[in-house]
């Protein structure tokens, strides 16, 4: 009896040491994990980037290269970006990551993922706005570390709020991004440098990302003279846009024009947009993704290349409702010379980026759905009918 309860005994005591060990393994695994300032997969990432030199860029032209083997390629893109107003306030009281707690997973776990900066970063006063602007936004340079946090790797200031504080204000927002080292497009010191686009080689594909807007408050934010410090990529004139395509996709696999574009507030694109697809489309590019409406429109595959017309918002203030905060994930997917789509919906809610239910997942991409031409969306994916 005496030898049993010794057994007995012993093989508690062993139990017991086995889940310590578990339990004091997994807290300084998790303990690890939290002590990045940056998520691991970006410092991994960008540890195995490869530099190469791109034509028509002398200050930013890089080509990024990382190793992930897997195919195919994906790449997310998000609407407009904002971090003025209560955002300001909410990352000054929780945190720079808070906005993007419940996407960053998702971010991450692709190859490249893009947004639009539709806000400038400078600290200068309110002498420098443009007075052709109606709202003018200025966002803290250091706020901008939740985006890389977050896993973006590129953002677009081809928008009409790039020079809200005029030309150095776009200086100042350019010079903050080169010098936390990331990647822009639609905006530059020349009008070369505001249509180049980034180049990535991932998997043994070269994909370029451009970036253009056909909506700014003034002529001046695109029109660079011997003066002009800094301006964006205007679309407004089709063929001068239709040449910079055809100068981008020159050694390049894929294109993607990454647009500013569209009819705010409207949930349908408008005429000249179906025209410039057809243009842009004949001059080679491969994908088409827009922003600026401020609400959620519809996709097609026009002539088999995807065209997303309005991702809509992505973290506005908390000002946004219902279609204004319905916002989502749109991944291009890059697999044998054909590119599909998917989109992941999610809300916006007091200046965070949240999750929804099965049902109002269903219920957006149903209404997405409806306002797409001649596709299906099954789960997430966007399959083309034509």
Known sequence: MVKVRKTKKIFLVYCIAIIIFITG????????????????????KAASIVKERVPFQPTRGEAAAWG??????????????????????????????????????????VDLAVANLETPLTKRDSSYKDTNQRFNFQSNPEDFQGIINAGFDLVSLGNNHALDYGEKGLLDTMEALEDYGFDYIGAGRTIDEAFQSQTYKINGKTISIMGATRFVPSGSWYTFGQNTLAGVAGAYDLDYLVEMVKREKEGTDYLVLYIHWGIE?????????????????????????????????????????????????FLFPDYVTGPTAETGLLTLTFDDGKIGMEFKPYYIYKDQIIPLSDDEQKRILNKLENLSYDVKIDGYQIIDLR
Not at 25 to 44: K, R
Not at 98 to 106: G, S
Not at 280 to 298: F, K, R, S, T, Y
């Open 265 to 313: 507030r409207t949930d349908r694109p408008a005429e000249y947009q179906k025209y410039y697809v057809r243009k842009l489309v004949e001059a080679g590019v491969d994908a088409i993704v827009g922003h600026h409406p401020h609400v959620l429109q519809g996709f097609e595959y026009y002539d088999g290349v995807p065209v997303a017309y309005s991702l809509g918002n």
């Open 68 to 109: 992930r083997i897997e195919e195919p390629v994906r790449i997310t893109f998000v609407g407009d970006v904002l971090l003025d107003l209560t955002i300001k306030e909410t990352i000054r009281t929780k945190g720079h990551d808070y906005p993007f707690v419940y996407v960053k997973d998702d971010l991450q776990s």
């Open 25 to 44: 393994a997994f807290a300084f695994y998790q303990l690890t994990q939290q002590n990045h300032s940056i998520p691991v997969d970006s410092v991994e």
